[in-house]
């Protein structure tokens, strides 16, 4: 049985995974450059290392409510087809190694957390691991200057440990 | 060097490119099916196969072009969407891929399109291209016969097999002085559809430098990626000495200031060393066109003679690149649709050699390229009515464009006025790639066309891409950056300059700056930041700074918060997420670290609807009617011999100015003066109305209104200079029986009633002979 390593990070205190080969760096906050008329969910470019790099909610993109104020973000860092994306999340956490045996359905209750974004579940001891899609989580409708939602979700907090 | 070594330069760009193009098809084609909606990539796919097709066609290789031409068919049935995309098409269309691929390993090795049956392809092609599917067929596997193809027998594979990448994508460095001429350089390993040079974008590791081998004469042949790698370093550098610049400002040691100056200088020569490295000689583009142009012109009948200035004006590599498919479309379609056949030309007059001229030349940091031919020109109707017809105006939209519009029409995707599809052009694309290729690397492309005389294109492109000087300005608390070459100056007003210079029109805020109108837009406002700032609550400002900006032949002027200043900054692309802001160019790393964003100077005008073309020629076409006359109009006053007053729209004047009564000189008819450079001639107004007329000579200073179409110059002596006044125009007809031609009519104005001149025509007709004729002969006599 082969075993899969993620890094994981949290947001909105859910526990979330993206397996290692898609993650260039993980990095502390950024100072970012705000892009006015983007999507809502660009936070801002930051400088990494010299290259470009755009910043994306992932509270935003999950459609949870905003980060409280005078909380940093930390920088996941995707690699991309056409660069490096950088994915704000509220904390990263440890490297973590599951194994197949582990995988779980996907509860009900992640109806509003947006389904199409979590590839998987993993019990853990202790808690669930959701594993995000890397590619599905940096797409989104580019047309859309607010996500309409916004304001209105009050994010729900995610589904407990049983 | 003998016609069959440039045949064969010709045959291995054309090998290195359609691989290329290959590749990217494969891509394309995959991409497309799982995305069957997707006009873009339909239209991608359908560019590649024209191009292949057209360049196959003039090398002369039948078998393929006709692989092809039976492919793009399909396709074009695809764009319109007259069929829909199904497994079949999307399998058919990979085989001819492959057979594609096939074809070109054979000229590859033999010079010949092989001898492999197409026949059913084809045939397979057209038949889906009527919407018929076949039967429960299964993949065609139309693998051309040819044993070193080994790619067209993987038919589902396309991928699979791609041919190894060409070997001579190398350019040549100068390290002596030569004739540009000398520089060849082949086609480089990265499409010039890239053409951003994203610094980051990783560098092709295929760079072995075959430097040792070839030292011949001074020249070194250096593989193109190390060209570009060294590029994107120098790019940094410059990033990290303007970090290092503003650090120093903040430190009180000499040394470290000497030593930062030193590595100012140096980096600023290292950038322009390896700028020059890159710079080519458009020279190398033209070379391949007279080739183009013949073959072309006798499978058209035509003659054609084809005339070449300034083949050594300098690009960078990336930009040569990105133009030259522009450039030959823009000869194929002078050549197709511009010049006529040769019994048209005698029968109209003309030289029955047709004439193809192309022109480079830099001018204020750009390069400017004129590709003209003396043809018929537009045909305005046709284009118009193709236009409806195509469905892209209504026939009321299309009889009220003026003919700088029509003009623009054949810019648009999809518009093609040509009878019948030929191999040459008449599939509506071409021209839109043109203008999409050519504002990608931020030029801009222009037409002129004269009815009978012919069509001038003009492109303009800036010098190189890479490290541009750019304004950096602040609003709503970031930094953004205007690219110089889009910059006319810079305005602050302050305090009572403000209110006296803020105006509107229609509500829409526009500053007087030296008697013209320049439209303004809030930055703030464009950028979604702020409410868009009304006229009141401008001029209340204590300061305003305006950029003004130009756009595609229009001037506006941008208001910002704060004009910071002028750096060289780096261009980097923005990620995809951010492609589709038409007000972003890109993004550079400012000297503190931070990224600002770059500013689309025609996308922020269009965003803001200043350079919208209809708009300004709906203006222009009500001129002259009420609407015109009721507007708000700036006017000179200024009065006659007898005291009557007289209005001139200020528009028509380009300036006051005040002669001494000495400096009048006879000139036959005329009197004269000399004026910056050129002599003006001079016109009494009170001669003109038949108010007298004095001898100016002893009458101390004259006051002068000069007016002038750009080249010449006339100048209105008038007695007394009264004011400038904005006034609601309401015009009279003038009083019948006594027309002064150039008297618009009269008009009550500061509750007199005040004739109104119209300077063009007054002075053209009087002035006339003499601004025909030239200012160094004089004329024979005064008309009147």
Wanted: with cysteine; glycine share 8%; proline share 5%.
């Amino acid at each position: 049985m082969e075993s899969i390593q993620f890094t994981t990070f949290t947001v909105d205190g859910v526990l979330f995974g993206i397996e290692v080969g898609a993650v260039q760096e993980v990095l502390r906050y950024q100072q970012m450059t705000w892009v006015p008329l983007a999507p809502a969910i660009v936070s801002g470019l930051i400088n990494l290392r010299g290259q470009i790099v755009t910043a994306l909610d992932l509270r935003q993109r999950l459609g949870l409510r905003p980060r409280a104020a005078g909380v940093l973000p930390m920088n996941v860092i995707l690699r991309g087809d056409d660069g490096a994306v950088s994915l704000l999340v509220d904390d990263i956490g440890d490297v973590l190694t599951v194994t197949p045996d582990l995988a779980e359905p996907l509860p009900e209750t992640l109806q509003h957390l947006g389904r199409e974004l979590i590839k998987g579940v993993f019990k853990l001891s202790g808690q669930l691991l959701l594993v995000l899609d890397p590619s599905s989580a940096v797409t989104f409708q580019t047309g859309r200057r607010r996500a309409p939602d916004d304001g209105r979700r009050t994010g729900a907090p995610a589904p407990s440990n049983p | 060097m003998s016609s069959n070594d440039e045949n064969e330069e010709v045959i291995k760009e054309f090998l290195i490119e359609s691989y290329e193009n290959l590749d990217r098809l494969d891509r394309d084609l995959v991409a497309l099916e799982q995305n069957p909606g997707s006009g873009e990539s339909i239209a991608s796919i359908f560019r590649t196969i024209h191009t292949i097709k057209g360049t196959c066609g003039f090398l002369g290789y039948a078998r393929l072009e006709g692989v092809a031409h039976a492919a793009e068919s399909l396709l074009s049935r695809l764009r319109d969407e007259e069929i829909a995309l199904s497994a079949e098409i999307t399998t058919a269309l990979l085989t001819t891929v492959d057979a594609i691929r096939g074809m070109l390993a054979s000229i590859e090795a033999t010079k010949q399109d092989g001898d492999g049956d197409h026949s059913q392809l084809v045939a397979l092609l057209h038949r889906l291209q009527s919407g018929q599917v076949p039967a429960a067929e299964a993949p065609v596997t139309a693998a051309p016969t040819l044993a070193p193809a080994p790619a067209a027998k993987t038919s589902n594979a396309p991928a699979a097999a791609a041919p190894p990448p060409p070997s001579v994508a190398a350019t040549r460095v100068e390290t002596a002085p030569a004739s540009p001429a000398l520089a060849t350089a082949a086609s480089p390993p990265v499409p010039p559809a890239a053409a951003p040079p994203a610094s980051e974008r990783a560098v092709e590791p295929a760079a072995d430098v075959r430097a040792a081998t070839a030292v011949t004469d001074g020249y070194v042949r250096v593989d193109v990626g190390v060209l570009d790698k060294l590029m994107n370093l120098v790019g940094e550098l410059v990033l990290a000495r303007n970090q290092i610049l503003q650090f120093v400002a903040g430190v009180d040691d000499a040394n470290f200031t000497a030593t930062t100056q030193r590595l100012n200088l140096i980096t600023t020569e290292l950038q322009s060393g390896v700028m020059k490295t890159r710079m080519q000689p458009i020279g190398n583009v033209w070379e391949k066109l007279p080739r183009v142009i013949r073959d072309l012109s006798l499978s058209l009948g035509k003659r054609i003679r084809i005339e070449m200035e300034g083949r050594e004006t300098e690009l960078d590599k990336t930009i040569i690149e990105a133009i030259k498919d522009p450039l030959t479309h823009l000869v194929r379609n002078c050549v197709d649709h511009g010049l006529e056949k040769e019994a048209d030309r005698v029968k109209a007059g003309k030289d029955p050699e047709g004439r193809l001229s192309l022109r480079a030349f830099h001018e204020g940091g750009q390069v400017n390229i004129e590709i003209s031919d003396d043809g018929a020109g537009l045909n305005l109707d046709r284009i118009r009515s193709k236009a409806v017809e195509r469905g892209l105006l209504s026939a009321d939209q299309a009889a009220h464009l003026d003919e700088r519009e029509v003009c623009d029409l054949i810019f648009l995707p999809g518009f093609s006025t040509a009878e019948k599809i030929s191999n040459v052009s008449g599939r509506g694309v071409g021209m839109d790639v043109v203008k999409t290729n050519v504002e990608r690397i931020g030029g801009v492309v222009d037409l002129t066309s004269r009815a009978g005389l012919g069509t001038t294109f003009r492109i303009k492109i800036p010098l190189t891409l890479a490290i541009i000087p750019a304004l950096i300005v602040t609003s709503g608390g970031e930094r953004y950056a205007i690219p110089q070459i889009s910059l006319l100056e810079l305005v602050r007003l302050t305090g009572a300059q403000v209110k006296a210079s803020i105006d509107a029109v229609h509500g829409a805020p526009v500053c007087r700056l030296r008697g013209s109108l320049l439209p303004l837009v809030d930055l703030r406002a464009s950028l979604g930041l702020a409410a868009a700032a009304d006229v009141p609550s401008l001029a209340e400002a204590d300061t305003i700074s305006i950029v003004v900006l130009q756009a595609d032949n229009h001037r506006f002027g941008v208001i910002v918060d704060r004009i910071n200043d002028s750096e060289e900054i780096v261009v980097k692309p923005l990620g995809k997420h951010l492609k589709g802001i038409p007000a972003f160019a890109g993004a550079t790393i400012m000297g503190d670290g931070r990224v600002a964003l770059i500013l689309d100077v025609l996308g922020l005008a269009q965003a803001a609807h200043v350079v919208s073309s209809k708009e300004r020629s709906k203006a222009r076409r009500t001129q002259g009617t009420e609407v015109a006359q009721r507007r708000k109009q700036s006017l000179l006053l200024f009065s006659l011999a007898d005291g009557r007053p007289i209005a001139v729209p200020l528009s028509m004047v380009s300036r006051l100015e005040i002669f001494d009564g000495r400096t009048i000189e006879p000139l036959a008819d005329y009197r004269v003066v000399q004026y910056r450079g050129e002599v003006l001639p001079l016109l009494d107004v009170d001669a003109l109305m038949g108010t007298g007329g004095g001898n100016w000579q002893d009458e101390g200073p004259l006051h002068v209104v000069v007016h002038g179409d750009g080249k010449r110059n006339v100048g209105l002596v008038v007695r007394r200079i009264i004011d400038v006044v904005e006034e609601h125009l309401d015009l009279k007809k003038p009083a019948q029986g006594r027309t002064v031609s150039g008297v618009l009519g009269c008009a009550v104005i500061q509750r007199r009633v005040t004739e109104v001149l119209d300077l063009d025509v007054m002075l053209r007709t009087e002035a006339g002979r003499f601004l025909l004729s030239g200012q160094d002969v004089a004329p024979a006599g005064m008309e009147q």
